[in-house]
């Protein structure tokens, strides 16, 4: 069982920056591949960032050059770091720890871009 919990939301102005973490605790983490994703009001939830085992991180192209997704296996700990914020990037940020069809989800944390 993984246990995955995101934090490192808040209100901030556009243009700002902030920094998700995504802990995932339980054995063997460094073997799963893991994925942001964000739901905003009257949206889908839609996929963000994924970072895998193997092989170049990929970005949705809204976010590219602005977002950048890192592991730090030893902590296991994902992060997202989001520069130039816009209004639209405003939503439940969560993460998503898959590994040979199983899927563990966190509650997500909250961004607000707003002035």
């Known amino acids: 069982q993984v246990q995955v919990v995101e934090s490192g939301g808040g209100l901030v102005q556009p243009g700002g920056s902030l920094r998700l973490s995504c802990a995932a605790s339980?054995?063997?983490?460094?073997?799963?591949?893991m994925r942001w994703y964000r739901q905003t009001p009257g949206k889908q939830r839609e996929w963000v960032a994924g970072?895998?085992?193997?092989?170049?991180?990929n970005y949705t192209d809204s976010v590219k050059g602005r977002f950048t997704i890192s592991r730090n296996d030893a902590w296991n700990t994902t992060y997202l770091q989001m520069t130039d914020l816009r209004t639209e990037d405003t939503g439940v940020y969560s993460c998503?720890?898959?590994?040979?069809?199983?899927?563990?989800w966190g509650r997500g944390t909250q961004v607000t871009v707003s002035s």
């Open positions: 998503r720890a898959s590994r040979a069809g199983h899927d563990f």
């Open positions: 339980g054995t063997g983490i460094y073997t799963y591949n």
């Open positions: 970072i895998f085992t193997s092989g170049p991180a």
